[in-house]
């Protein structure tokens, strides 16, 4: 089983950019897709973005489209969230989530690896 741990979270003004990592462990990630998930209080977890195992294709959610580029280092075996312009609709707490596979799945109960989170606060 994969152990994953996100980190880079924190608090930003609006306009604003931060950087979310998520370092595996226990075993490689390089076979693994992964996705970032985010969740604000009283609403359900949503997909931000998704990569496959070899990093060629990425998928972004519309309402971070253009904004968020997901990436990873297999060497590292890490995966990042690079987060611009950042609004304050994006405050929540995200989380990284790895499947092993060719298939890059779209909701949460597809994927069997979770970190903790790390929570984004943005401020107008």
Not at 11 to 25: E, F, H, I, N, T
Not at 79 to 104: F, H, W
Request: net charge positive; charged share 20%; with cysteine.
């Amino acid at each position: 089983q994969v152990q994953l741990a996100e980190s880079g979270g924190g608090w930003v003004q609006a306009g604003g950019s931060l950087r979310l990592s998520c370092a595996a462990s226990g075993r490689t990630i390089g076979d693994h897709a992964m996705g970032w998930f985010r969740q604000a209080p009283e609403k359900e977890r949503e997909v931000v973005a998704r990569i496959a195992w070899s990093g060629g294709s990425t998928y972004y959610a519309d309402a971070v489209k253009g904004r968020f580029t997901i990436s990873r280092d297999h060497a590292k075996n890490t995966v990042y969230l690079q987060m611009n312009s950042l609004k304050p609709e994006d405050t929540a707490v995200y989380y990284c989530a790895g499947r092993r596979g060719i298939a890059v799945p779209t909701t949460p109960a597809e994927y069997d690896s979770w970190g903790q989170g790390t929570q984004v606060i943005v401020s107008s």
